[in-house]
């Protein structure tokens, strides 16, 4: 490329205060041709996975990191080739004459602080850089110099390597398949790639069911011819359930633990050890809650909104907390203050293939009901999609988690770093109830609201619960408190 330099493409902060994210996937490789706005990776933070654009145009020249390697926000990941200006003194030499064993060094940046993605929160000290997995020892480096000189007829290796010979132009690489970052997260998970799916979309864009149809004509042979099953021993007891297939290769198996799942370890456990919990518990009545859920599945204004149990529970806890404000709190080591918020930020608990997030709903408590439903629509079908931004996880007040979905009575939660309560919801189910002087089958539910003890004491969350309960056992209590 005439007149050309390189561009180092460093690890951006992604997130606010984040330090390292995870290269899940490359989409491009040395040689390819790549345009400013263009995904070149997905990467995996302790938030979220997202997907990271070039900011110029040229051919790449060094992928420095693998797919599976942990990065630090700062460190050069790619070396793009662009047009318009020589080349720093440190990178002189082509990208192939550096050893396998040693990563590129970055090129000289100008004086003017260089943008990230989100935020300028690239450290401004040195970053502490990880050796390569497939770094190559230097008695390796050697025979496998000779072997090639010998091939080449020269007997022995050269004393110096030889001048790099420039790059042919590279050829055009192949069209990477248009699809929306769910629809890839979709195919990555039901393992479809995406080069063999035929799209239906505009503009000849993958959809969801453009991936399913893939998935289904590949099942299709399958169904018609079914492999073989091994032979079940005659000794076997019929009503014993065959063991996994994973059993007969592996006693055991090691999940790495990383991106949102080392996350989610390290503030649990940092949680438990810094705030005393205290955990209190109550059963209710909530028929008349049930009622009304189906009253509003009806009413026009909620048409097209997501409209259940969870909703009234958590507008149930917003009034709670307009009664009893103290709850909505954080505790502030460092100057040694408790720190009341006038505004709630409902974090709502959710299990995605990633792990546990949670993200919130920003000013919770200026919403109608209505609108209350459509932010729960819009927070649950996001987070399933893997497209949670890691915003949406930041500055949550009071947290709500439902485990009644997974036929769980109840649980004692344990706190989001920086908040002063969770409530956990378990499952609502017909039980013996005494209503009106008789034992009656009633929709009940046990609740589960975890506080610190260091700035709520048994008052405050005994009043908080209450008043949740009071409100789900009489929901027209919605209209005389809220």
Excluded at 85 to 92: I, K, L, V
């Amino acid at each position: 490329m005439t007149n050309a330099s390189v561009r180092e493409f460093k690890m951006p902060d992604v997130g606010e205060g984040l330090t390292e994210a995870e290269i899940l996937k490359w989409y491009v490789q040395p040689g390819d041709t790549v345009t400013d706005g263009q995904v070149v990776c997905e990467v995996e933070t302790a938030k979220a996975a997202v997907e990271l654009p070039i900011p110029y145009d040229g051919v790449v020249r060094a992928l420095h990191f693998p797919e599976g390697t942990t990065v630090d926000v700062g460190t050069s990941i790619i070396a793009v080739e662009v047009a318009g200006g020589a080349a720093p003194a440190q990178e002189e030499a082509p990208a192939a004459a550096v050893p396998a064993a040693e990563p590129e060094k970055p090129a000289e940046q100008p004086a003017a602080r260089q943008p990230v993605l989100v935020g300028y929160g690239v450290a401004t000290s040195s970053t502490r850089r990880r050796p390569r997995k497939q770094a190559q020892d230097p008695v390796a480096r050697q025979a496998a110099s000779a072997v090639q000189a010998e091939l080449n007829g020269h007997g022995a290796a050269p004393a110096a390597p030889a001048a790099p010979v420039a790059p042919a132009a590279p050829a055009a690489p192949a069209q990477r398949p248009l699809a929306k970052p769910p629809v890839r997260k979709l195919a990555k998970d039901l393992g479809v790639d995406l080069a063999t799916v035929t799209p239906s979309g505009p503009d000849g864009v993958i959809t969801r069911e453009d991936v399913h149809a893939a998935v289904a004509a590949a099942q299709a042979p399958q169904q018609t011819a079914p492999a073989a099953q091994p032979a079940v021993p005659a000794a076997s007891a019929p009503d014993r359930p065959a063991a996994p297939a994973s059993y007969d290769t592996a006693r055991e198996t090691r999940i790495p633990v990383k991106g949102v799942r080392k996350a989610t370890a390290a503030a649990m456990v940092g949680s438990a050890f810094t705030a005393p919990h205290v955990t209190e518990f109550v059963t209710v009545d909530v028929t008349r809650t049930m009622k009304l859920v189906e009253e509003l599945k009806q009413d026009q204004e909620f048409a097209g909104l997501r409209v259940n149990p969870l909703l009234l529970i958590a507008k149930a806890l917003l009034v709670a907390i307009r009664r009893n404000p103290d709850i909505n709190a954080s505790w502030d080591e460092a100057a040694q203050e408790i720190v009341v918020k006038h505004y709630v930020n409902l974090g709502i608990a959710a299990a995605t293939p990633r792990g546990l997030i949670v993200p919130n709903i920003k000013d919770a408590h200026a919403k109608t009901l209505p609108e209350l439903a459509a932010s729960l629509g819009e927070l649950v079908s996001t987070a399933r999609e893997g497209r949670t931004s890691p915003s949406a996880m930041q500055g949550g007040t009071v947290t709500i988690t439902n485990v009644g979905v997974f036929g769980v009575d109840t649980g004692t939660p344990i706190l989001n770093p920086g908040e002063s309560a969770i409530l956990a919801v378990g499952a609502i189910k017909p039980q013996p109830w005494v209503h009106k002087g008789k034992v009656k089958p009633r929709q009940v539910t046990t609740l589960a609201l975890s506080f610190d003890h260091r700035l709520v004491d048994g008052e405050l969350g005994s009043k908080v619960l209450a008043d949740v309960a009071a409100v789900l056992e009489q929901p027209k209590r919605l209209i005389t408190w809220a």
